[in-house]
């Protein structure tokens, strides 16, 4: 049991929930490694959400909001680091989930959905009729009303082969990774460089301060967004916090 | 399984060699997000050999060829990771593996012991019959006739206060750590900010090169060396790789 007084709670805790996961065989044994890396970029960062991180969670609120078919993708990580989390998404930006794993196996897919339905979680797209272009048979298999036809795709820890097939398919990406040097953050559209378990609630917030404001407006957010520029305003919080070491 | 097509084919593989090792009962369990964290260092240094950690590699191997005493700590990710590699530089500079384990217990280290030896390790130390001062019991295990007499140690991936107590008992530490601001990278005599991948095999061949000097010129390049100094390259090494993306 790890007291709420540690200086590092917060970051033992998503720890915890991740080694729970595993046991649960909702995470995959590689979601640990994944999230020791998270761990280390996150300690660069501060463990605190940079300005750049702000932008671009806003920025995703409004592509959100925009889309005429957006799907929020889940992963073994994200289904139990965020599981309330992405459901109180997916209802504000009317955007159902679909677990998309990459180490996928049916069975595994099957406990997340159970486990985002326990929760509450009730739009899902839970086919694996379709195949995204370009990918290896089993990693390809997507729903084809879900992220095979969806016009903007929120992916949280995604990997950069699979990010690269779903911006080849025209889809607008958005992609949650702590890693900014990442194949999947560098190809993603919006690259939300953030901890996943302070990026959810913040798109989140700021999707239901942008719900009212028309279409235009929103437009506005997303034409205005450079994401190379974005990216370098978390890779510069790096820089800064080495300098101050070094 | 991960296709040779895969960009990142040599990172992803050496995360499964973890995942197996953890299946194996050779690696553990915290050793996966060990390994994640170093990921994200090794992307930081652009996942290549830096010229200090060159340095430092070939420092080691002239403090390791000068040794009276020299011993390899081999923890669980190493022994998956690079198990030959290990052994072979042992032949080389002609010190002995031992077993020494973060989160020990015995049956893993026989387990260890038993995969070193099927791969051809022969010069082990394999008894527990000492005590490093200054940690808690499981911890402090050593063999008598190996870390615990022994004038030089090479660590690879070793914990910071482990780190400490061996350097607080007078013996030389040669760390292998992909984080330059961890407590082992600051407190080992010299730090290895490399993979233990490339970094063996370089020790390896540095020791070869420097087989045949005479003690006087391996002396120059230890008193030559600064470890604060070639750390703070390492972080330099970081920072403009990470102001070239930006």
């Given amino acids: 049991m790890i007291p709420k007084s540690h ?34 970029f996150d300690y660069l960062l501060g ?15 409004a592509v959100l909001l925009l889309a005429k078919k957006p799907v929020i993708s889940v992963n073994g990580n994200a289904a139990v680091l965020v599981p309330e989390e992405l459901i109180r998404l997916s209802d504000i930006v009317n955007a159902p989930l679909e677990v998309n794993l ?35 048979h089993e990693r390809a298999k997507v729903d084809i009303d879900g992220i095979f036809s969806a016009d903007v795709v929120l992916v949280p820890l995604e990997d ?6 779903l911006v080849d398919m025209g889809k607008k990406v958005i992609a949650i990774d702590l890693n900014p040097l990442s194949r999947t953050a560098q190809c993603a559209h919006v690259t939300i460089v953030d901890n996943i378990t302070r990026a959810v609630p913040n798109v989140s917030r700021a999707a239901e301060e942008l ?15 450079d994401n190379k520029k974005n990216l370098n305003g ?11 070491i070094c």
């Fill in 160 to 165: 950069g082969d699979r990010c690269k097939a």
């Fill in 102 to 136: 990459f180490h996928r196996t049916q069975e595994r897919v099957n406990k997340i959905i159970d486990h985002l339905r326990s929760l509450g979680a009730k739009r899902m797209y839970t086919k694996s009729d379709g195949l995204i272009p370009g990918l290896e």
């Fill in 47 to 61: 463990e605190k959400t940079s300005k750049s991180a702000l932008q671009a969670e806003k920025v995703s609120a």
């Fill in 7 to 40: 200086p590092r709670y917060e970051s033992l805790m998503t720890r915890e929930k991740i080694v729970e996961g595993v046991e649960k065989g909702i995470t995959s044994i590689q979601g640990l490694i994944a999230q020791g890396r998270g761990e280390a």
């Fill in 234 to 244: 978390s890779i510069e919080e790096i820089i800064g916090h080495l300098t101050f």
């Fill in 211 to 225: 719900k009212n404001s028309n279409d235009n407006e929103l437009q506005r957010l997303v034409n205005e967004f």
